[in-house]
């Protein structure tokens, strides 16, 4: 497997606390990974490192992904709400230099379903709606690699559902997709492969079944699974 | 930058507080500056029998012309009795009263007594004090012109003694003979008197008149020194003397200017942190250096427009020197610069538009009124933090580069403007930092 993204001995330090520590994984084409792990356990700040928002204390992240080639959708949909859908993606498609920044828009719309409320303000829209041009957004210059932080917290099930199915087909088009989640259900439904992270330590790197079948296997859920994994390490 | 015009559009009434807030202030202050306090509204309660006139010397002044002058600093308010004057303050339509007792031209005229008027008021300790210094600074000027009316009785009454003629005074004798007449009559008398006792008394007294003529004289430039023993002459150390009308202008100029650039430079850093694009720009997408720059643009090229216009405005009501536009024009950019970069450094700190505004203003106000303090009007070690305080924030430096731009007041434009563009720096690079932590 030809390595989209390589990331390599990262490590983060605020001052004293460490928040990474001496991560490293591959990801290759089309895999859908999760970054799962308890609060404060360094999910958002490895993705803010591969998404080039804040840099490592130590390490690299290098391949075809890596730098400006990949996506980022944050958290929180990081977003003008006085633009309207197209003016963001418009906006977004030339400062990431898309090659042709008209059709890049035409495309994301098209993708997210959003093209009948392309002139609409981001501020009138729904959080679900809002999302989904959150995650167009990093998109737009079609990256080999995307991260997604958290990118259901603010979805209904419905909502939910629609843009796992945007993401699988994107993962279905050969872009390797990186996103955290507390939604643990999501892991086992949608991901190709999980990570575990607590106190900024890589626990875990395989498949959900993986993980279920080395805490006890059977008929239990991921989540069960996992609470029962970062007990047995110390992790509540 | 088109983005951030877009979002200024579409924030029209956001857009619209951030102009007139800042003019009407500016204008406020322009207007407390440049005028002074209104005439308070006093009742006037005038006792003495109509027609009524005081001798001073040879002449007759009508005590209502007297009542007159001492009522012109405030708008007086003619009642017919003292218990009506007190019904008028107590229902609040009058600030005080003032009674002119029926005596007055006597007590006037007799030189021995002080004539009295009894003031009546109420209010506020504010409103006690605004009274009170108003009277007292017309009964000062009345007073004034009553003692020039008995200078120049008494000026009238000796050019008569010492040259003779009628003093105009009842029961005075008619054609008196001036005492300058007196010696030279006498010396020839003394001439053809025989030398002897008499001889030698009549010498005497025509050395004496010839003594007090010349005194008497001396006297009458002694009565003018006396009657105004200290006259100002005004002498400027440095620079043109500014008009305070034009200086009040430069005061609401700077205030607009101060205001709208610090607080859109803030409002767009905020926003970038608020709606959380900050960190997707930062992604190599746009430089921080280069957003700050944009954002600093943007806030001092607006204010600098609406300042402008503010000033070209007032132009049409004040006169303002429009030979020196070239200098305003560097002065206002200048400012600009400066307060965009305060206004970028205080959007920095801050993580909301919210704020970033309420920073801004309350930073903004109370620095402005600090460049205002005048010397000598507080202590001395309180002064110079002030001065400090100031020098540290571009109202000042931007106040003095535009007074110097439009007024041609010291110190000079350069200075200030070397000051502004170290101040511009300095908070430039405190936002740099400032962004260093991003979401």
Not at chain 1, 203 to 225: K, R, T, V, W, Y
Not at chain 2, 186 to 213: K, M
Request: some cysteine; glycine content about 10%; charged content about 15%.
């Amino acid at each position: 497997m030809n390595a989209v993204l390589s990331v390599c001995g990262i490590a983060k330090r605020y001052g004293e606390r460490e928040a990474l520590r001496d991560i490293s994984f591959d990801v290759g084409p089309g895999e859908l990974v999760a970054v799962v792990g308890p609060n404060g356990a360094g999910k958002t700040t490895l993705l803010s490192i591969l998404a080039g928002v804040q840099r490592a204390s130590a390490g690299t992240v290098t391949g075809p992904g890596a730098g400006r080639a990949i996506g980022w959708a944050p958290q929180q949909p990081a977003l003008y709400s006085k633009l309207s859908v197209e003016e963001n993606l418009w906006l977004f498609a030339r400062l990431e230099k898309a090659a042709d920044p008209e059709a890049a828009v035409a495309r994301m719309l098209e993708q997210t379903g959003l093209s009948e409320r392309a002139r609409e303000r981001v501020e009138s829209l729904s959080g679900g709606n809002r999302q989904r041009v959150n995650v167009a957004l990093g998109l737009i210059a079609d990256p080999r690699a995307l991260a997604l932080d958290e990118p259901t917290s603010a979805l209904d099930p419905g909502q939910r559902e629609r843009l796992w199915e945007f993401v699988g087909g994107l993962a279905q088009k050969g872009t390797s997709v990186l996103f955290s989640t507390h939604h643990l259900s999501e892991v086992r439904r949608y991901a190709s492969r999980a990570i575990v992270l607590a106190d900024g330590e890589l626990l875990f790197d395989g498949s959900p079944d993986e993980l279920i079948a080395a805490n006890g296997g059977g008929e239990q859920d991921f989540e069960s699974a996992f609470v029962a994994f970062l007990a047995e390490r110390g992790h509540s | 930058m088109r983005k951030d015009l877009l979002i200024l559009r579409r924030s029209r009434l956001l857009v619209g507080v951030l102009v007139v807030y800042p003019v009407a202030i500016a204008l406020l202050i322009g207007l407390a500056i440049s005028r002074g306090p209104s005439k308070p509204k006093v009742a006037i309660v005038d006792e003495t029998p109509p027609g009524q006139t005081v001798q001073v010397g040879s002449q007759r002044v009508n005590v209502s012309q007297y009542a007159q002058q001492l009522f012109s600093q405030v708008q007086a308010v003619r009642v017919s009795s003292r218990a009506q004057a007190v019904q008028e303050i107590k229902a609040g339509s009058v600030l005080a009263a003032v009674v002119i007792p029926p005596d007055i031209a006597t007590r006037l005229t007799s030189g021995v007594t002080q004539a009295r008027l009894e003031l009546l008021y109420n209010g506020d300790a504010l409103e006690q004090s605004l009274v009170q210094s108003q009277l007292n600074s017309a009964l000062a000027e009345a007073n004034l012109g009553f003692s020039e009316q008995i200078q120049q009785a008494a000026a009238q009454a000796i050019e008569v003694l010492l040259k003779g003629g009628n003093l105009g005074i009842l029961g005075a004798p008619a054609n008196l003979v001036g005492l300058s007449e007196i010696p030279p009559a006498l010396h020839s008398i003394i001439a053809r008197q025989p030398p002897g006792p008499d001889r030698t008394e009549l010498e005497r007294i025509a050395s004496f008149a010839d003594f007090a003529a010349q005194n008497l004289g001396l006297s009458r430039k002694v009565l003018s020194t006396i009657s105004q023993p200290i006259v100002v002459q005004s002498t400027l150390l440095h620079g043109r003397r500014t008009p305070l009308n034009t200086f009040a202008v430069v005061v609401a100029v700077s205030v607009s200017l101060m205001f709208l650039s610090v607080l859109l430079a803030a409002g767009g850093v905020a926003l970038e942190r608020e709606e959380h694009t900050l960190a997707r720009l930062a992604r190599g997408l746009v430089s921080r250096e280069g957003l700050l720059a944009e954002k600093l643009l943007l806030a001092a090229g607006c204010a600098f427009v609406v300042a402008f216009a503010m000033l070209a405005g007032i132009g049409g009501f004040v006169s303002l020197d429009w030979s020196r536009i070239g200098e305003w024009l560097i002065a206002l950019v200048f400012g600009a610069l400066a307060f965009g970069a305060l206004g970028v450094a205080i959007g920095a700190l801050a993580r909301e538009v919210r704020a970033a505004s309420l920073l801004a203003f309350l930073l903004s106000l109370p620095l402005a009124f600090l460049a205002l303090v005048p010397s000598g009007s507080v202590a001395r070690g309180l002064y110079d933090a002030i001065g400090t305080i100031s020098f540290a924030f571009p109202f000042k430096a931007s106040l003095q580069a535009l007074d110097a731009a439009v007024n041609g007041s010291s110190p000079s434009i350069g200075a200030s403007l070397v000051h502004l563009a170290g101040l511009t720096v300095l908070f430039g690079v405190l936002a740099r930092v400032g962004l260093r932590r991003l979401e």
